[in-house]
């Protein structure tokens, strides 16, 4: 089993960063890709951006060349530096995992709310 546990959001103007992070406990091992979504109010939840354990990254449309994910695969942790924020880029983010061996098992965390104002 893998426990992930997020910090590092809160309120911010527009324009301004914030860095998240997300710790991960137990089977660090079987951690394979890892990842941050986000929903916000009345909205699907939609993926952010996703890193293997090799380091290879993919974005969202929306926030290429402003976010940037990244992972420490010994510590079992990834970040996600959020750069040039909008509005629109208020919500819950959840980190997610996805378990190397099997497939269908993935975790996720229980999110922390990123909140841009204009």
């Known amino acids: 089993q893998v426990q992930l546990v997020e910090s590092g959001g809160g309120l911010v103007q527009a324009g301004g960063s914030l860095s998240l992070s997300c710790a991960a406990s137990?089977?660090?091992?079987?951690?394979?890709?890892m990842g941050w979504y986000r929903q916000a109010p009345g909205k699907q939840r939609e993926l952010v951006a996703r890193i293997t354990r090799g380091g290879t990254t993919n974005y969202a449309d929306s926030v290429k060349g402003r976010f940037t994910i990244s992972r420490d695969n010994a510590k079992g942790t990834v970040y996600l530096q959020m750069n040039s924020l909008k509005p629109e880029d208020t919500a819950v983010y959840y980190c997610n995992a996805g378990n190397r061996w099997v497939g269908t098992v993935e975790y996720w965390g229980q999110g922390t709310q990123v909140t841009v104002s204009s």
């Open positions: 137990g089977s660090i091992l079987s951690i394979g890709g």
